[in-house]
């Protein structure tokens, strides 16, 4: 499913790395959310957007950024990168009338050493 | 808190066995329900749903699930699973008020023996 597409897929960076990942969807949704998956935890939600004008925090928020720069696009900021940061992200959306239904990206596999 | 638990972390089966997948929440309010699967490599893909009415929903590939609302439960079921059924298997709760809530379990792998 293309609806949904996140870059980088891939990336290796190093501590105290500015690193952005982004996400961009074709689905016409007003909400985008942000995840990370780590092997034994799930998915762990760091940031949503309700509309561009919307931002909030997730349960992990700390250490991340994010901006909504369009109904399109949400892209979310390590501003300087640690070790446990290492993990898959997922970006995802959804819509006001599909009752919570989520969308995921492919997912950015991020390292950082 | 909310919380989302899978009491099965890793399942192995052999093709044609029966899976049953536990999905247990706390949350006193009214709930949807989800049940998403990531096959290898892959994102993850939705299930099956439930909102409201029939408490055993269907969903695809044969999968099937039943909401307990006495037991805060929503297991996920298959008669007979195939090979291509193994992946990781994520339940997940959105509380329909109050604040935003959508809360995943961690997860079930499950590896299907041909």
């Known amino acids: 499913d293309a609806d949904v597409t996140q870059t980088p897929r891939n990336r290796i960076t190093k501590t105290g790395k500015r690193i952005m990942l982004e996400c961009s969807q074709t689905k016409g949704h007003d909400r985008m959310y942000w995840y990370r998956q780590d092997p034994g935890l799930g998915l762990r939600l760091i940031y949503y957007s309700f509309d561009v004008k919307d931002i909030n925090k997730g349960e992990i928020s700390d250490g991340y950024s994010v901006s909504r720069q369009a109904q399109a696009k949400f892209s979310l900021s390590l501003e300087s990168a640690i070790p446990n940061q290492t993990a898959l992200y997922f970006c995802?959306?959804?819509?006001?009338?599909?009752?919570?239904?989520?969308?995921f990206g492919p997912g950015t596999r991020l390292t950082v050493l | 808190a909310q919380s989302v638990s899978q009491h099965n972390h890793h399942v192995i089966l052999s093709e044609a066995a029966s899976l049953e997948l536990g999905c247990n929440y706390s949350?006193?309010?009214?709930?949807?329900l989800f049940w998403y699967v990531q096959y290898p490599g892959q994102h993850l893909q939705l299930l099956l749903k439930?909102?409201?009415?029939?408490?055993l929903v269907k969903g695809i590939k044969g999968f099937e699930a039943e909401f307990i609302k006495s037991k805060f439960s929503f297991n996920l079921r298959k008669p007979s699973v195939q090979w291509s059924d193994t992946a990781e298997y994520f339940c997940?709760?959105?509380?329909?008020?109050?604040?935003?809530?959508?809360?995943f379990g961690t997860g079930t792998r499950l590896k299907v023996l041909a």
């Open positions: 949350y006193g309010g009214t709930v949807n």
């Open positions: 439930y909102f409201s009415g029939d408490p």
């Open positions: 997940a709760v959105n509380a329909r008020s109050g604040t935003y809530k959508y809360i």
């Open positions: 995802a959306t959804s819509d006001l009338g599909s009752y919570g239904e989520q969308f």
